[in-house]
């Protein structure tokens, strides 16, 4: 079974949703890919979907990964992790996706960073740790 890109010819060749944002290079690696979808932040027209779940060409999935939030159109499928130029062969961004992002980008420039006066002392550093080890 040959597992690699698939053309147009075949209409009912699919991919499982984990690989396929793998090889598109949407996540490192393919646990992240497979955490983001059991967490909801991979939509595929409009319904959050499983990790086993199989993809077709077509098919919209809107992707939110940190502060970014893509819409893209599956155009190919692939199960193997290419260079990034045939990665960006697999889908096609939406422009008013495009745009969105532009958009964000600017205004996170535009925000003032806040930096704190010193670095925190070892009263600081224990609260900050008791604060991360408390929330995950």
Not at 29 to 54: F, I, M, N, P, Y
Not at 82 to 93: K, R
Request: proline share 4%; glycine share 8%.
């Amino acid at each position: 079974m040959n597992r690699g890109a698939v053309g147009a010819a075949d209409a009912t060749a699919a991919v499982r949703a984990d690989i396929w944002l793998w090889a598109a290079r949407f996540y490192k690696t393919r646990a992240l890919a497979k955490l983001a979808l059991e967490t909801g932040h991979v939509d595929v027209g409009e319904q959050h979907c499983k990790a086993s779940r199989a993809l077709r060409a077509g098919e919209t999935l809107h992707i939110r990964r940190g502060e970014e939030r893509f819409e893209v159109v599956v155009l190919a499928l692939s199960a193997k992790r290419g260079p990034a130029a045939v990665a960006q062969t697999l889908y096609a961004e939406t422009d008013a996706s495009r745009l969105g992002r532009a958009l964000a980008q600017e205004q996170r420039r535009l925000q003032p960073t806040p930096h704190p006066d010193s670095r925190p002392g070892k009263r600081d550093r224990r609260a900050l740790r008791a604060l991360k080890s408390d929330s995950g």
